[in-house]
């Protein structure tokens, strides 16, 4: 029997238009009725989703994976469960790498999004999660600055050009993954997705095989390989359908709403 749900956000529990289906939100609402544990795993922020918590009532005993897993919180008081972020010296060598690739970088703390440069992504990213953007540069920064992690945030052909010139002691030390065309992030090398939702997972007593996890995107996988039934969407990309143990409708067909009927309902 499983007993938590763990949700990506963009393309996956959210249609195109960034909203959440009625067929969705009443598929969950069943859910929890079940007891299930449905939790929000998402690149973003808590603040950039308070919104989608209250749409689906998750403001009691209830947590979130934040930053790709880089913080686990509870939803109604911002409670840390758990969190691995970087450091102002993992920040001065990635930045150093932005530099000499001529691309965009932000960062993101627990409260706001900082860039030495505000480009239209940047402005994108805090408006999306309703966050300060503070374009301050980054050797102004205090010492004991926490960082959740760190974007490469730029054009999508950009984007996929460097993604192919980054030197692999990059990938060794940390984790690289692809969030959106025009995201690309840096974790702690021991956060992810998967790493995220175990955590939360091991804290409330629940095991590996009990766990279901929905995902869309590269930074997705790590969720869908833990997980015992890890679903792709019917719009993922061919990596992450790969490696699911099952594909779901698109997230324009209520891909979340099938596989809780499916697995969890019946």
Same mark, same amino acid.
């Given at each position: 029997?499983?007993k938590?749900?763990?949700?990506?956000?963009?393309?996956?529990?959210?249609n195109?238009?960034?909203?959440?289906?009625k067929?969705?939100?009443?598929?969950?609402?069943?859910?929890?009725?079940?007891?299930?544990?449905?939790?929000?795993?998402?690149?973003?922020?808590?603040?950039?989703?308070?919104n989608?918590?209250?749409?689906?009532?998750?403001?009691?005993?209830d947590?979130?994976?934040?930053?790709?897993?880089?913080?686990?919180?509870?939803?109604?008081?911002?409670?840390?469960?758990?969190?691995?972020?970087?450091?102002?010296?993992?920040?001065?060598?990635?930045?150093? @790498?932005?530099?000499?690739?001529n691309? *965009?970088?932000?960062?993101?703390? =627990?409260? &706001?999004? %900082?860039?030495? +440069? #505000? $480009?239209?992504?940047s402005?994108?990213?805090?408006?999306?999660?309703?966050?300060?953007?503070?374009e301050?540069?980054?050797?102004? @920064?205090?010492?004991?600055?926490v960082? *959740?992690?760190?974007?490469?945030? =730029?054009? &999508?052909? %950009?984007?996929? +050009? #460097? $993604?192919?010139?980054?030197?692999?002691?990059?990938?060794?030390?940390?984790?690289?993954?692809?969030?959106?065309?025009y995201f690309?992030?840096?974790?702690?090398?021991?956060? *992810?997705?998967?790493?995220?939702?175990?955590?939360?997972?091991?804290?409330?007593g #629940? $095991?590996?095989?009990?766990?279901?996890?929905?995902?869309d995107?590269?930074?997705?996988?790590?969720?869908?390989?833990?997980?015992?039934?890890?679903?792709?969407?019917?719009?993922?990309?061919?990596s992450?359908?790969?490696?699911?143990?099952?594909?779901?409708?698109?997230?324009?067909?209520?891909?979340?709403?099938?596989?809780?009927?499916?697995?969890?309902?019946?």
């Amino acid at each position: 029997m499983y007993k938590l749900l763990a949700l990506d956000l963009d393309g996956t529990l959210l249609n195109n238009n960034g909203e959440i289906s009625k067929a969705n939100a009443k598929a969950i609402e069943l859910a929890k009725e079940k007891g299930i544990k449905v939790v929000l795993a998402t690149g973003r922020p808590i603040d950039g989703i308070k919104n989608y918590i209250s749409q689906l009532n998750l403001l009691e005993d209830d947590y979130v994976v934040a930053f790709n897993g880089a913080l686990v919180q509870k939803t109604r008081d911002k409670t840390v469960i758990g969190r691995k972020g970087l450091t102002i010296s993992d920040l001065n060598k990635i930045y150093e @790498l932005s530099k000499k690739l001529n691309v *965009n970088i932000h960062i993101h703390t =627990d409260k &706001e999004c %900082i860039t030495p +440069k #505000i $480009s239209k992504y940047s402005l994108f990213e805090a408006k999306l999660n309703s966050i300060p953007l503070k374009e301050i540069g980054f050797e102004d @920064l205090q010492g004991d600055t926490v960082i *959740n992690k760190i974007m490469f945030i =730029d054009e &999508e052909q %950009i984007i996929d +050009k #460097i $993604s192919g010139l980054i030197d692999e002691e990059f990938h060794d030390e940390y984790t690289v993954v692809r969030s959106l065309p025009y995201f690309l992030e840096f974790l702690n090398k021991e956060v *992810n997705k998967g790493i995220g939702v175990k955590m939360l997972a091991n804290s409330l007593g #629940i $095991s590996m095989d009990e766990v279901i996890c929905i995902g869309d995107h590269e930074n997705d996988i790590h969720m869908i390989q833990y997980a015992g039934l890890g679903v792709a969407m019917g719009n993922a990309v061919d990596s992450l359908k790969n490696a699911a143990d099952y594909i779901t409708k698109s997230n324009e067909e209520n891909g979340v709403a099938h596989v809780i009927e499916k697995f969890i309902l019946n």
